[in-house]
C-alpha cells in the first residue's frame, strides 16, 4: 500500500475545494481569499502576543488557513507543529523543581508585559497599586 505524503494529502484538498480550485478564476479567488484572512488572523495574533491570552495560537491559527492554498505556510505549520511536540516533551521529562522554575519564569515575564502594557497604556502603576493595597496606604 502506498505511504501518503502528510505534506501534500490533506482533507482540504479535495471536495469542495477542489471545484473552486478547477476553474481559473476560483482558484484566484481562492488564493486571494485564504491570503487575506490568512493574513488578519495572523496580524492580529501578532497583536495580541503581548497580553496574556492566546496570541501565539491565533497566529498558529492564521498559519493553518494559509496552509490550505500555500505550501510554504503548510511547511512551516508543520515545523512549528514539530518543535512544539519536542519542546513538551522535552518539558515533561524535566524534574518537578526546573519546571516550577520555568514555570516562575514564565509567571514573572507575563507580569512584567502585563504591568508594562497597562503602564504604557493607561498610565496606571499596577506594582504601586498593589503594593499601597498591602501596606494599606
Do not use: Y
Not at 482533507?11 to 481562492?30: E, K, Q, V, Y
Not at 497566529?59 to 488557513?65: E, H
Request: hydrophobic share 55%; charged share 15%.
Amino acid at each position: 500500500m502506498p505511504q501518503s505524503d502528510p505534506m501534500t494529502d490533506s482533507p482540504s484538498r479535495t471536495g469542495f475545494l477542489d471545484r473552486i480550485r478547477a476553474n481559473p478564476t476560483g482558484r484566484l479567488a481562492l488564493k486571494i481569499g485564504v491570503g487575506i484572512l490568512g493574513t488578519l488572523v495572523v496580524v492580529t495574533g501578532i497583536i495580541l502576543i503581548p497580553f496574556p491570552g492566546p496570541g501565539w495560537a491565533i497566529v498558529i491559527l492564521g498559519l493553518a488557513i494559509w496552509a490550505v492554498e500555500f505550501t510554504w505556510a503548510k511547511r512551516l505549520l508543520h515545523f512549528t507543529r514539530r518543535h512544539v511536540q519536542a519542546w513538551t516533551q522535552w518539558i515533561l521529562k524535566q524534574p518537578l523543581h526546573l519546571r516550577a522554575l520555568i514555570g516562575l519564569a514564565g509567571f514573572i515575564f507575563i507580569s512584567a508585559v502585563v504591568w508594562l502594557s497597562v503602564k504604557l497604556t493607561m498610565g496606571i502603576d499596577l506594582a504601586s497599586l498593589i503594593w499601597n493595597f498591602i501596606t494599606g496606604k
